[in-house]
């Protein structure tokens, strides 16, 4: 892999968290999900702008009762899924209490994803499209007035059929990867919620040795 980045799935209880992160995982929709007692951990390698990114996935709990335990995992990551239920009002007045929480918490670089969940449920929609899609964009608006970028971006997904659940993560994924790649995000930084992979790291140690002085040792004894 070429970079580790950091993740949390966050939002309020019953919004379908580790539904998602089960689809993400096994491709399947888990019926037999229960809330989430503190946290639960899932890696996935994702494909994104040529590089091969290996995703350290949080499932945090949603229950009020856990959030001072929950907020122990938001140091350092480097991208969020903020996830409300299209078929509860409520879980959608909440964001901007999660949204805070990652803004305070975690990595000032982080990357979130606004995912709408449990699609499936139109029929049952109490939040629409066009209002969540405000949501996001006034909300990255607001932080950049504050002088940090804030990246919110917006899909709606279902947990059971799969829809955009792939591409929730790799467009997350991918924008963090732009903004390593435009220098906006230091990987290197403490607290930037990532780290090289693999081959990456062998990549810069033989970019540094090629470009080290000759020591005593390596000039030619002529």
Request: net charge neutral; glycine share 8%; proline share 1%.
């Amino acid at each position: 892999t070429d970079f580790l980045f950091k993740f949390l799935v966050i939002g309020s209880a019953g919004v379908g968290k580790s539904c998602i992160l089960h689809q993400l995982l096994q491709h399947k929709f888990n019926d037999e999900s229960t809330h989430t007692i503190g946290v639960e951990f899932g890696t996935r390698i994702v494909h994104v702008g040529g590089k091969s990114i290996k995703l350290q996935i949080w499932d945090t709990a949603g229950q009020e009762r856990f959030r001072s335990v929950t907020r122990s995992y938001y140091r350092g990551a480097a991208g969020a899924i903020l996830c409300y239920d299209i078929t509860r009002r409520d879980t959608f007045n909440s964001l901007s209490n999660w949204l805070t929480d990652a803004k305070t918490l975690a990595s000032p670089n982080i990357v979130i994803m606004l995912c709408g969940n449990k699609t499936d449920l139109d029929a049952e929609r109490e939040v629409t499209f066009l209002e969540a899609s405000r949501f996001a964009q006034e909300n990255a608006l607001t932080y950049l007035c504050f002088l940090t970028i804030c990246n919110l971006l917006f899909l709606e997904t279902s947990a059971v059929t799969g829809e955009n659940i792939e591409d929730s993560f790799n467009k997350c994924a991918k924008s963090i990867l732009t903004r390593i790649e435009g220098g906006e995000i230091d990987p290197e930084r403490m607290g930037s919620g990532i780290q090289y992979g693999d081959s990456a790291t062998r990549q810069l140690r033989s970019t540094n040795r090629r470009n080290a002085p000759a020591t005593t040792d390596d000039k030619c004894k002529c």
